[in-house]
């Protein structure tokens, strides 16, 4: 038996790539081609636009798929959430679908939108935000570089933005928020009812969250004086407990930590301080609690 997978090619594809290589499943795939090899033979991948991977999942063609929660909303898809994956194409932020304006415009809010033209890719999402604050307003399907129909096309835009980089570079200001997204790794209903393929996709996103929650973590091992042991402990933040073991024939022992990597730049000179030698940090591929 296989699982059939729909996986995002476009912007979302490397960053996809990298977080299953680091859960343990290789991709090869060929120029122009469309279905990678994997390094698991339970698995069929194929590549699609993340626009159409929530509608082909829902319909049964595809077992399950990663996309985005605006997408699944965009198609209305009645999918079975496997994993809310927080990551983008260069940020581990949720991204957010906003309505934005010329930055000169006399639009200042979403009730100035009455009667106005909005051009966006996710019409059914930016209908559905209108309508619940009691606004008419035109919407229309954008193929693509959206930004630049402001105002000479269009009187406002709905868009996907990760940073707002690309919001600010073409002289746009955002007036709402419709929504934030995440990848989600999501199934089909019949496929989540089969036992086989339910676990191998439970499987899979412990491998897939636990690549995830290592991307924030390092370790940490050290050496320290017995009698300086206390001291270190007191400076030193951990998931749970350090483990401590005592180094053979020494009052020394061996500490070891995971942390969050933030800390270890200030953490560091503290625990030299504090008496620690041999400080070693380490990245992680997985954690998984």
């Not at 120029?31 to 991977?53: G, H, K, T, W």
């Not at 809010?109 to 009667?115: I, W």
């Not at 050496?223 to 407990?241: C, F, S």
């Not at 053979?248 to 560091?268: C, T, Y």
């Amino acid at each position: 038996m296989k699982l059939r997978l729909g996986l995002p090619k476009g912007s979302l594809q490397e960053a996809t790539f990298n977080l299953f290589k680091q859960a343990g499943f290789d991709f090869t795939i060929r120029s122009r081609s469309y279905f990678p090899a994997v390094n698991d033979p339970e698995l069929e991948v194929v590549l699609m636009r993340a626009q159409e991977i929530p509608r082909y999942v829902n319909e049964g063609v595809l077992d399950a798929g990663i996309s985005g929660l605006d997408w699944i909303l965009e198609n209305e898809a009645d999918v079975v959430e496997v994993a809310d994956l927080v990551y983008a194409k260069s940020t581990s932020n949720p991204i957010r679908l906003v309505i934005a304006v010329a930055k000169d415009s006399n639009i200042k809010e979403v009730s100035d939108l009455k009667g106005k033209r909005i051009a966006t890719e996710l019409v059914r999402v930016t209908q559905k935000y209108l309508k619940e604050n009691g606004v008419e307003a035109s919407v229309e399907f954008s193929y693509g570089a959206t930004e630049v129909k402001v105002p000479d096309l269009v009187d406002a835009i709905a868009d996907i933005t990760e940073t707002g980089s690309s919001i600010k570079a073409n002289n746009l200001r955002i007036i709402a928020t419709i929504l934030e997204s995440t990848t989600r790794f999501h199934a089909n209903k019949d496929a989540w009812a089969d036992p086989w393929k339910r676990e191998k996709l439970q499987n899979m996103a412990v491998l897939l969250q636990g690549a995830l929650r290592a991307r924030s973590k390092v370790g940490l091992k050290m050496n320290v004086p017995g009698d300086n042991l206390d001291k270190i402990l007191d400076v030193l933040p951990a998931m749970k407990q350090p483990t401590v073991s005592q180094l053979v024939h020494s009052d020394w022992v061996a500490v070891e930590v995971i942390l969050d990597e933030k800390q270890v730049r200030d953490l560091i000179p503290a625990l030299k301080k504090a008496g620690a030698q041999d400080i070693i940090e380490y990245p992680l591929k997985k954690v998984i609690p």
